[in-house]
């Protein structure tokens, strides 16, 4: 399965329009942490050898890089492969393209070069098909 959940929900909701402030402020929109799914399917593999790949989409902050960020994302997360994307000037989410480093919880790290979305889904195949572990 593929999804990109929020990270965050709205607490509540209201039941008519939110008008504009005469003042011009903003109304406050209180979140609340959405469960953590790919975590959660992490830790509970359904079926012995099953691999579990995920994505993140990173922009990196002040304190650390894409990658940094998405190394630590693998080792929270608990899943095998973790495709990581920089976000932003056309990346992840815009355009038939992508690039993506694509980091293994073997400590293994995959380049894949800006190319069709098509190309990548390719490579991630490829990485995770050797991972399979197959019973009997």
């Known amino acids: 399965m593929a999804a990109a959940p929020a990270d965050f929900r709205p607490v509540g909701t209201s039941s008519y329009k939110i008008k504009k402030a005469d003042d011009g402020s903003a109304p406050t929109i209180v979140l609340a942490q959405n469960p953590d799914i790919l975590h959660e399917l992490a830790a509970t593999r359904g079926k012995p050898g099953q691999v579990v790949v995920g994505f993140a989409a990173e922009t990196g902050d002040a304190d650390r890089s894409v990658l940094e960020l998405g190394r630590a994302k693998l080792?929270?997360?608990?899943?095998?492969?973790?495709?990581?994307?920089?976000?932003?000037?056309?990346?992840?989410?815009?355009?038939?393209?992508?690039?993506?480093?694509?980091?293994?919880?073997?400590?293994?790290?995959?380049?894949?070069?800006?190319?069709?979305k098509e190309k990548l889904a390719n490579v991630l195949w490829d990485l995770v098909l050797p991972r399979i572990k197959r019973e009997g």
């Open 75 to 116: 080792a929270r997360k608990g899943c095998d492969l973790l495709a990581v994307n920089y976000v932003g000037e056309g990346g992840a989410f815009e355009g038939t393209e992508n690039s993506a480093v694509v980091l293994g919880s073997d400590g293994s790290s995959t380049e894949v070069p800006r190319g069709s």
